[in-house]
């Protein structure tokens, strides 16, 4: 685990345009400073990232990101119930906002969350300026849950690695806009659109997919393991290894034993990490419920299952 030192060494780095990584409660993030073009392009260049990809600005408190965007009353009522925590904001950038275009993809916008992790909290603190960090892994592959994930994927290209033990939640923050009249869900993630919906006291939009992410975790093709997958499989065909949800007899790997949503994120990318390591050439896995953040995991099957960019 990671003490003072380190986390000030890692501020230091940060400070110097170096890369981070770094443990959040959703996923471990790669971070590079945000007001800094050549550290945002030298972070796009380590996870070999599209630049029209935008990123999120991880902030210590709420009263440091309403210095970088322009929050409606319903936009600080979300972020009141929510952070620190696993919900992301799209809001337009504030007059004078320092943080990077190239982090906000040329974007009118900025996305902004406070994360819940007393270790990257005392971080952002200490570097005292926004800190993109996507997931830290290359570009499209299984998002990294554990400081091992991030050594095996990253190596050399991340100046220090800090751990904070596994991520609790496991799947990436949900992401809601206030770009438009009405709050519009983005990404679903590690808050549940219902929990959403009872603090806005109405349904949320939904975004239907464009050409040009507005958010992080919008490509079609995302979080994919080296291996494929084959999703909704109630049993596994031949040369194939089965990812269940609650009990059943196919081997070994299951998110869940109890079929417990929440437990399934949080070993949705380790179990994805473990499989691949094993060489396996497909992944049958098993229906995930969308209820809750079962609609988070289904998204990030979907998207991991889908056909691969050519290279």
């Known amino acids: 685990m990671t003490n003072s030192t380190e986390i000030n060494a890692a501020a230091e780095a940060l400070k110097k345009g170096g890369l981070v990584a770094f443990p959040t409660e959703t996923v471990y993030g790669l971070g590079a400073d945000a007001t800094s073009d050549t550290a945002v392009a030298k972070l796009f ?5 599209p630049s029209f990809n935008p990123l999120i600005s991880h902030v210590h408190a709420a009263e440091a990101a309403f210095a970088l965007g322009e929050f409606s009353a319903e936009a600080k009522n979300l972020v009141a119930a929510f952070w620190p925590g696993p919900l992301t904001v799209v809001v337009p950038r504030a007059a004078g906002c320092p943080v990077s275009l190239l982090a906000s ?53 991340v100046a220090v690695i800090l751990d904070g033990g596994p991520c609790t939640v496991g799947v990436e923050s949900t992401v809601v806009s206030f770009m438009n009249e009405r709050a519009t869900l983005l990404r679903p993630g590690g808050l549940s659109r219902g929990d959403i919906e009872k603090v806005l006291g109405h349904a ?45 007899d196919h081997g070994p790997y299951t998110l869940s034993a109890r079929g417990d949503v ?50």
């Open 45 to 49: 260049a380590a996870k070999g990232r």
């Open 204 to 248: 949320l939009e939904i975004e239907v997919d464009s050409a040009q992410p507005h958010s992080p975790g919008q490509m079609e093709s995302h979080y994919a393991p080296h291996a494929f997958l084959r999703l909704d499989a109630t049993s596994p065909h031949k040369g194939e290894s089965y990812l269940g949800f609650g009990a059943h």
């Open 105 to 157: 993809a040329g974007l009118s916008s900025i996305a902004l969350r406070v994360p819940n992790h007393p270790l990257t909290l005392e971080l952002l603190r200490a570097v005292d300026r926004p800190v993109v960090a996507p997931s830290a892994n290359l570009s499209g592959r299984v998002s990294p849950t554990t400081a091992a994930h991030v050594k095996r994927g990253l190596g050399k290209k």
């Open 262 to 311: 929440i437990e399934a994120a949080a070993n949705l990318f380790r179990l994805l990490h473990e499989l691949d390591g094993l060489g396996v050439k497909t992944i049958a896995v098993a229906p995930i419920p969308h209820d809750g953040v079962g609609e988070a995991i289904n998204d990030r099957l979907r998207r991991a299952a889908a056909p691969r960019p050519k290279t």
